[in-house]
């Protein structure tokens, strides 16, 4: 259960119901039961306990936090923070499933030997596996609600001269202009700015090829933040350097002719200048600035009197072209980009420090409710300012971690305890639920695809289940709205002889409420069973177990790390092998397997030690991160040395944390 519920506004919902503008076609556009979103913005954002996991560098304002978009707002407005900018690049609404590519770590044996042979390990050599993040998979009604709840928990903590910044592409973009305008208000949108992510696509046989994405800027008021900026990349501003930067003094120097003539008429601008008469409206400078612009050899005279006088502009101090909408400069990350973190979806600094840069000022709080690789929240940190990551991915906080962390940044870290033990993020623990419940069938003819599945039991016989998506903001409290479309809509359409049903739940709104209203309300016989989902969680993730020993010698003490072994990984490896395998038979073809070592010290991506604390926050007195060519990152710092199995600390290390390649950590105390 939350803590408590945190209102939007004071007066939280006016006006039309959501997506009523849009409703003046024969096809209505509607969420069935969409006053369920209303009910939930009428009860509040919820509001739970936030636990603090780790401060790195200097104690500050910068926050990472792991948890949903509404629960992050809900502490954000109870904590009395305002954000001034907002950038967020939510799911697509694209049907893909993004993955991440998880690469075994050279062995510190094997990396010895490549050492002492002085040969470069080989990327293409490079074991690698891939683990699903998410799948962006949604009903369009059911998408669009969600968005409207996440618009209204995100403008809820904007301050009054905030942006917001919204990315997405074709699939969803045009509904989702018109949730903005209904959050936000017509008046407040500002532009609709076209990013190119690439030249082309080599697939587009039956359309012409997509090769960019959609950005809503909207504000909140009229006093929003907006720093015009000038581009010297793009095409239209090259093309330009070389068609009219064509003149020289015999210096090098390239330089255009800019007119002096005023637009307007100025008296006091019409006087002769160097015995050249002045324009019909008069220069467009004051001859005390002619005569600088002269002493510095800035203007160009004519060498008779009749001729014009132009202004020297130098392409080496022309600070380009404005920018507009349509940015044509600024390609994706490409596959050996320094930036490249192998993250899906990860988007190029350069675009976020333009929106940075364009409408916030240093000192400022950017905040990213999707914050995905971290590119806001590193792009924000390198222009000097606050910033705000939040994802519900714990793939997405590691990265961050190690990316700020590398960049010398300041920042706090915390997870908001919602009650939900997920494993790296929501769909990896939808995907193990399947197999969590005991005996449950997908695909069950005769129910609905309300239902996660059915059990088969010998005396009842089918019993449906219904699980709550996790993807899904809306799905999270079980509440009477939810309640009643089961009793009163999905039970009266079981095709099935059921005497029972299971309804797991994450978090419950009024179990007692709930369960009066089920006797007063189903008209059925079958029996409704409430369970609590937390219960099934509860014991699934196992941490890997890590073996290791400490030894000190001249007050520098030395951890050796001497075994690694993961359970899960070895499970996801040995899947990865006998699809592979199965693969190549049906292709005739060859397949390598991925084999792991006895010491499975090639699972291990990152080595830390705590030499204060044996419980509570996390404080990294050193750390290691091996990056997947087997070189280690020492406390943020890149070097090219290979990881022998061994960290070293100045002090006597109390616990250790080991994370594995796909992001598991486990932490153990060091006797």
Known sequence: MPIKYIPYYPNTIEGQAILDNITRTQRVLRYRENDKVYDRIKRGMPYYEVEQ??????????????????????????KGIKVDLVYIDPPFASGADYAKKVYLRKNPKLAEKVAAAEQEMDID??????????????????????????????KSVMSDTASIYLHLDWHISHYAKILMDEVFGEDNFVNEIIWRRKLATSYASKQFGITNDTIFWYCIGDEYVFNAEYSLEDENTQNYLAERFVYDDGDGRKYMKSPLVNSLFRPNLKYVFNGIEPPENGWLYSKTRMQELFNNNELVIPDNGTGRIYRKIYADTYQGQLIQNLWLDIPIVNPMAKERLDYA????????????????????????????????????????????HNDIGINSIQTVRDRLKEAKAN???????????????????????????????????????????????????IVPVYVPNLLNTQEKVLDIPTINTIINQELQNLEVNAKRVIVYYIDIDD?????????DNNATEIEVELKDLKNLLHDVVIEDNVECNTTEKDGVFTTEITKLISDRLIQKIGEFNQKGNLQSIAKGKNFDPINISNDGLELIELIALDCKNTEGQWHSTTEIKIDKLGFVIKDGVKTKEFWDGKIVSDTKPKRIKIRNISGDETIKVIE
């Open 511 to 519: 179990q007692k409420a709930l369960e009066k209203f089920i006797k």
């Open 345 to 388: 979806t990860q988007k190029p600094e350069a675009l976020l420090q333009r929106i940075i840069k364009a409408s916030s000022n240093e000192n400022m709080i950017i905040a990213d409710f999707f914050g995905g690789s971290g590119v806001t929240a590193k792009s924000a940190n390198d222009l000097g300012r606050k910033f705000i």
């Open 53 to 78: 996991l780790e401060t790195v560098g200097e104690p500050s304002e910068n926050l990472v936090i792991r948890g949903e978009c509404i629960s992050a707002c809900a502490y954000l407005k109870e």
């Open 411 to 461: 920042f706090q870290i915390f997870e908001i305890k919602d009650g939900v033990s997920l494993f790296r993020n929501p769909q990896q623990t939808m995907d193990k639920l399947a197999i969590l419940i005991p005996s449950l069938q997908k695909g069950v003819k005769g129910i609905s695809n309300f239902w996660f599945g059915a059990i088969s039991k010998s005396k009842e016989g």
């Open 125 to 154: 050599e490079l074991k690698a596996f891939e683990e699903k993040m998410y799948g962006d998979i949604w009903q369009k009604e059911d998408y669009l609600n969600w968005m409207y709840e996440n618009l209204m928990a995100i």
